[in-house]
């Protein structure tokens, strides 16, 4: 990439840093130029995002549905996925996967749901009370 | 005598933490192509049947932690790294080094690395700073990224050094120990031996998907795609290949400018015109690369999807590849790096 090309499209970057890309000088050597971001992976990030938000929202329409429990929609909306929500429980998936069918989530004691409630950072009350 | 720690941005996290350590240890020809291609950062691999984000799993670069421990250890640099299992602990550690003047490498999740901006924060677990200071109850923090340095309280650096997932941190804290003094040979030595690892990894690892190879696979899934997938679930996978290729960290052209940068730099030590010819092959890769990540979000604009368009996107991969190849295999030919 020659120094003239680097892109500097405004992008998620914007008010957190600019990123350094290694680039050619009229010189035909290399140096560093500093860039607020490409058009290109700015839509590939916002695609990225979208497609959580609907699974967010689609998380949302199965909990109200009684089709899964809270757990499934703050799994969404925390974008974690199995292996992510194991580790930050202690949980196996496969209990993590009983623990989604809203007749079990019903019946899980304090304890259990606490370890789910300081995952995903919000209070024992909130997951329990959670309606979609 | 305590040195003051100096902040330096680099396009890597790894690379950054490595340059600005080392050069705090005194090594002050460090820089990040050098840390970088010592470390034979260069690499390309999808792992098969396995999705991070929803997408497929690919890398342009080395595993995690082996750009410092290689670059560390070509220059015979000793290294101290820890992990730990009880956050109290692991806190108690990183105070007596940074009480100690020690700036100290660590690695976090960025899932919850509150100055990252929202759209950035993944539960992705390979990112690398470096503490090097406390000041009233924050963490003084150099992040390689950033254009300043920041700061951090103990809850906040806690948290993400024990973010949890795959790669997770477990408190990991590095840092390097000067032992001897590093001589121009040496720098040489490691630089010749960064860019023979670097060729057996591109050329001679077997399994198909890493390396040149590696970047055929992919070509041949995405040929694909378009139908297994339907248009726009193929288009976030593209987009997951262009985010890896060309985000922040990666110095443009999956790290391809990066490895320019570095055997431009070779040259310097090692004269042999070699060098900076296959320099400009890597800069055209890293060309190509950018010109196929135009073509890639043509499909996720909705505006080039045909198969013919997925085609041309693996067609332009296999050219990638062919470059590579060809330049790694000269770098393999080179005599002075025998």
């Known amino acids: ?132 | 005598m305590e040195k003051a720690f100096e902040h330096l941005q680099a396009a890597h996290c790894e690379n950054g933490v490595t340059t600005a350590l080392l050069r705090h240890q005194g090594l002050d020809f460090m820089t990040e192509p050098l840390a970088f291609g010592m470390g034979s950062g260069l690499f390309y691999i999808q792992i098969p049947f396995l999705t991070v984000n929803n997408g497929p799993a690919i890398s342009f670069r080395t595993m995690p932690g082996a750009i410092f421990s290689r670059t560390c250890k070509s220059l015979e640099v000793r290294i101290l790294r820890k992990r730990f299992s009880a956050e109290s602990t692991a806190e108690r550690y990183l105070d007596q080094l940074i009480a100690k003047g020690i700036p100290v490498g660590c690695q976090v999740g960025v899932f919850h690395l509150p100055y990252f901006p929202v759209e950035y924060r993944f539960h992705f677990n390979a990112h690398n700073l470096i503490v090097f200071g406390k000041e009233a109850d924050r963490y003084q923090v150099s992040d390689p990224v950033m254009e300043i340095t920041t700061t951090l309280t103990r809850d906040e650096l806690t948290k993400v050094r024990f973010a949890k997932g795959p790669l997770s941190p477990r408190g990991q804290a590095y840092f390097p120990v000067n032992t001897v003094p590093v001589t121009e040979d040496m720098i040489r030595m490691g630089i010749k031996r960064g860019i023979r690892r670097n060729v057996r990894d591109m050329l001679r690892i077997p399994g198909g998907f890493a390396g040149v190879q590696g970047i055929r696979y992919t070509a041949n899934r995405i040929r694909k795609w378009r139908e297994k997938l339907g248009v726009r679930k193929a288009g976030l996978f593209l987009g997951q290949i262009v985010r890896m290729q060309e985000e922040i960290g990666t110095g443009g052209g999956g790290f391809r400018f990066l490895y320019g940068a570095f055997l431009e730099e070779a040259f310097g030590y090692i004269p042999d015109e070699g060098l900076l010819r296959l320099s400009e092959e890597f800069t055209k890769a890293g060309d190509m690369w950018r010109a196929n990540a135009v073509k890639m979000a043509g499909v996720y604009r909705g505006r080039a999807t045909e198969q013919a368009d997925f085609d041309e996107i693996a067609d332009r991969m296999e050219a990638i590849r062919e470059v590579e190849k060809q330049a790694f295999r000269k770098l393999s030919e080179l005599k002075s790096l025998n």
């Open chain 1, 1 to 132: 990439m020659k120094k003239e090309e680097v892109p500097q499209d405004e992008s998620a970057l914007a008010n957190f840093t600019r990123e350094v890309c290694y680039v050619k000088n009229a010189a035909g050597r290399y140096e560093t130029v500093l860039s607020k971001g490409w058009e290109v992976k700015k839509l590939a990030l916002e695609n990225a995002w979208d497609e959580v938000h609907e699974r967010i929202e689609e998380a949302r329409e199965a909990v109200r549905n009684g089709e899964k429990s809270a757990i499934y929609y703050f799994m969404a909306l925390k974008i974690m996925d199995m292996p992510v929500m194991s580790d930050y429980t202690g949980f196996w998936p496969f209990v993590i996967r009983l623990h989604l069918r809203p007749a079990v989530f019903r019946r899980l004691g304090t304890k259990t749901l606490s370890r789910y409630a300081r995952a995903f950072e919000i209070s024992v009350e909130e997951l329990k009370n959670f309606k979609g």
